[in-house]
């Protein structure tokens, strides 16, 4: 291969990786919306937060599975606070409540994360057992990279085969469609609401702590993957978690294109999209069903 062809390989690579973080967002988001109605404003700070918390587990432990494990898990506790004693009270009011509520969320986790992890870059390296590269046929390409598209991929199929095939995701889909009646039937809705939560903003942090060996890390470092994760939710179809992988790759590949070819057009490029797809297709890729 010509020098530009592996070139143009490793930038679709790389590409498809920022993509997959994207999706991995952009499925909580999705997922949240889909049965609470709610545009989480938080959603960034959430996987600002992941990160941070990666770099204190791993700094205790020294041990990046156990890392994997934590990162959810914390951040997950702290939706389950979020959604049961602020959220909560907002449920049936006006969704400008809740929207206000999820931006003052997003400022006081990353006035948090000021504070007790302080405001300078912090540097976090991928683990010894997956670092350096590997030789794909036409290119060296980073092992922790292709760990980061591994764990999206086997994330996404779990997040799908619970919604479709469990009997929790069978609750889920009937809350999103008949509350009223999932409700009669004795089932705590509020409980569902709670959970889906925690998990859709565990998806956040989990990608945070993914996404902490390849980029910055800084408090403000969720605000403008939030935005991308928009716009990969928008394209993809409001509530789609179909269509957030879909648009997640997409626009990964966008950005890395433009990167390659007009690095300053790299974010633009994506809004641009966007608004021409949307004069095309308005409801997305998928409509607007999980």
């Not at 004693?85 to 999820?102: A, C, E, I, N, W």
């Not at 999103?176 to 959970?195: H, P, Y």
């Not at 789609?240 to 490029?269: N, Q």
Request: some cysteine; hydrophobic content about 60%; overall charge neutral.
């Amino acid at each position: 291969m010509t020098d530009f062809l592996i070139l143009l390989a490793g930038q679709l690579m790389n590409g498809f990786v920022f993509g997959m973080i994207l999706a991995l967002i952009a499925m909580g988001l999705s997922i949240i919306f889909g049965l609470m109605d709610i545009i989480n404003f938080a959603h960034g700070a959430y996987y600002t937060l992941g990160a941070y918390v990666a770099i204190s587990v791993m700094g205790f432990f020294d041990n990046f599975w156990v890392v994997l494990i934590v990162v959810p898990a914390v951040v997950m506790v702290v939706g389950f606070f979020v959604e049961s004693v602020l959220l909560r009270p907002l449920y049936g009011k006006d969704p400008v409540f809740s929207l206000l509520l999820s931006f003052g969320v997003m400022l006081g986790i990353v006035q948090v994360i000021r504070l007790v992890w302080g405001v300078a870059y912090r540097p976090f390296s991928p683990p010894d057992a997956l670092s350096g590269s590997v030789y794909l046929g036409f290119l060296h390409f980073s092992v922790y990279r292709l760990f980061v598209v591994g764990m999206c991929i086997g994330l996404a199929i779990l997040v799908w085969l619970l919604l479709k095939k469990t009997s929790v995701g069978m609750t889920v889909r009937a809350a999103v469609d008949k509350r009223d009646m999932v409700k009669a039937l004795g089932i705590n809705v509020s409980a569902v609401f709670t959970v889906v939560f925690g998990v859709g903003v565990g998806l956040a942090g989990l990608a945070g702590a993914l996404a902490a060996p390849l980029l910055a890390v800084y408090p403000e470092m969720g605000i403008q993957i939030l935005v991308e994760s928009f716009v990969v939710v928008v394209i993809g179809g409001m509530g789609s978690f179909k269509g957030s992988i879909v648009a997640g790759i997409i626009v990964g590949e966008i950005m890395a294109l433009t990167t390659l070819w007009y690095p300053e057009m790299s974010h633009v490029a994506v809004y641009v999209f966007m608004a021409v797809f949307l004069l095309t297709r308005p409801k997305g890729l998928f409509g607007s069903a999980i």
